[in-house]
């Protein structure tokens, strides 16, 4: 397939561009005064007002015209359908089978039995959990879990568990993602064994860090509660069946999902089971069903008024028509503070790639950096940067309309600087002194979420999975795969035999480092 570069579709929205190039995006709001409720939308309850972006009506409706010409509708329907869109590696990406209740086949076999199988049992422990009927080896319930897995196997439990944790009424949850030991012997320091349940969370298995992280758990338990605890101690949510067992766990003690769950799009798989079990697996459901609300609109509703569709389509104009590297997230609620870097892997392990999935260099640029924080910490420090800097960062507003915390007023001062942010991005500031000016001009997008809760958690989610997935399908690329993450783990593998003092065959960069590890370690 051609470049989207090349297409009619795109011409037009880059002559479309040149024409609106002298205006400002705050002219455009004196030129319409009906551009706010024509530039808003809502997908399962939650409002995205994209009139602080540098776009007009007509820019939506040229931009879905690109999409049509790029075959989004059909690209839509081969995901939910559970086609094989992972091209590189032949499976489908059906993580929306997760949280839907539709009849999807994969080589013939319905896969909604399995799955809803898969979820019943997770219900049936998590419940047994929390209420103290599954109990560690020496008859304690569980007061703590240990979740261990790395990218897509915690980042996403994690911000599901800080966001909901007015619900989390369960064992308390831990998590351990990084080889650096120094995490594990934090996330454990305090623990009592006997109480705390091992939730090891990896798809393959076989990731370095999860596996280390697992062994220590393995050897922490075993001194402390001898070597057959961890039968009651550790469960594992994976789609190696047989490396787990390999790993010595029963049966019952093992959680599976299916192949066609890509790593980061895998909360909603029995990778949630840390979720399920600190908020219960009623509020889980709540999540998948939120995500299901989400992914029925994205499914059906015309482009023009389709949230997933527009925030990735804005994405690609504010990426390749106006030239931004960066996209900054910006959550106006404490409980998100794991949003960033959530995306952050969603993003940019699936859409960070320079060929399509043909194979064929891009003649286009791909993912932004994606990146953020919290508001307001964050406007006191990387706003700034935002304001006044060289470079521009598109920015997504993330804001909750009803009170997180006991206090309104305090809640109220939380939306005022949030609506005041995108307000002065937009509009920036004239001033005699240089150093006071601000630009502005600068373009933003807000989330209005009702409460934040299970729901509109699961429906957020969602709607920035199809929102990478727009984009991929736009760029031609394709977003399920991850080979650049390879290269440095083989050579992490050839490295660490050196740094063991065994021969090695190493680039003499990284022997010359290894070299000043090595002295700055025995001088220290
Ligand atoms: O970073 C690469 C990656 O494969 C991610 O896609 C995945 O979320 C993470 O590693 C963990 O993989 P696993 O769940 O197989 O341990």
Request: proline share 5%; net charge negative; hydrophobic share 45%.
């Amino acid at each position: 397939m051609p470049s989207f570069t090349s297409s009619p579709a795109w011409r037009a929205l880059l002559e479309h561009r040149d024409a609106l190039a002298p205006e400002r995006i705050d002219a455009f709001w004196r030129a319409d005064a009906e551009r706010g409720a024509d530039l808003t939308f809502g997908c399962a309850g939650i409002g995205v007002d994209f009139s602080k972006q540098r776009v007009t009506r007509e820019t939506m409706e040229l931009l879905a015209a690109l999409a049509r010409e790029r075959g989004l509708p059909q690209a839509i329907e081969k995901l939910f359908t559970g086609e094989r869109i992972n091209t590189s590696e032949n499976r489908p990406a059906l993580h929306t089978a997760l949280r839907g209740d539709e009849h999807v086949a994969v080589d013939g076999v319905d896969v909604l039995p399995e799955v809803q199988r898969h979820r019943e049992r997770m219900r049936v422990f998590a419940q047994a959990v929390r209420e103290g009927q599954w109990k560690g080896a020496s008859g304690k319930r569980f007061t703590h879990v240990l979740a261990i897995g790395i990218g897509g196997s915690a980042l996403g439990p994690r911000l599901a568990i800080e966001a909901l944790t007015p619900w989390a009424d369960g064992p308390q949850v831990r998590f351990v993602a990084n080889i650096d030991p120094a995490q594990f012997d934090d996330a454990v320091r305090g623990l009592d064994p006997a109480a705390t349940l091992v939730v090891v969370a990896s798809k393959t298995f076989t990731t370095q860090e999860t596996m280390a992280n697992a062994a220590a758990a393995r050897a922490w338990l075993a001194a402390a509660l001898g070597p057959d605890a961890v039968a009651k101690h550790v469960i594992a949510a994976t789609a190696n069946e047989d490396a787990a067992v390999d790993w010595g766990l029963p049966d019952c003690n093992i959680f599976p999902f299916e192949e066609w769950v890509g790593g980061r799009y895998s909360v909603w798989s029995s990778v949630g089971l840390p979720v399920a079990i600190a908020v219960g697996m009623p509020v889980f459901e709540h999540m998948l069903a939120g995500a299901h609300a989400a992914d029925l609109e994205f499914r059906s509703k015309a482009l023009e008024h389709n949230v997933p569709a527009l925030l990735g389509l804005i994405g690609i104009w504010n990426r390749d028509a106006l030239g931004m590297a960066s996209h900054a997230v910006l959550s106006y609620a404490s409980r998100l503070e794991g949003l960033p870097a959530y995306l952050q892997q969603l993003e940019m392990e699936s859409n960070g790639k320079s060929v399509t999935a043909d194979g064929a260099p891009v003649d286009f640029e791909t993912c932004p950096v994606v990146w953020g924080g919290t508001g307001t910490p964050g406007q006191h420090a990387f706003h700034q940067w935002l304001h006044q800097g060289t470079d521009r960062a598109s920015c997504d507003f993330i804001l909750v309309a009803h009170p997180m915390g006991r206090e309104r007023a305090q809640h109220e001062a939380l939306l005022a600087n949030a609506c005041a942010q995108s307000q002065a991005l937009m509009t920036g500031v004239a001033a005699s002194e240089a150093w006071r000016a601000c630009p502005g001009d600068r373009g933003s997008t807000t989330f209005v979420l009702p409460e934040l809760d299970a729901f509109h958690l699961g429906a957020l989610l969602a709607i920035y999975e199809h929102k990478v997935f727009v984009q991929a399908a736009v760029w031609g690329i394709n977003a399920f795969d991850q080979w650049g993450v390879e290269l440095g783990k083989k050579i992490a593998g050839q490295v660490l035999p050196a740094l063991r003092g065994k021969p090695a065959d190493l680039h003499p960069a990284t022997a010359h480092l290894l070299s000043v590890i090595r002295r700055i370690g025995e001088s220290g």
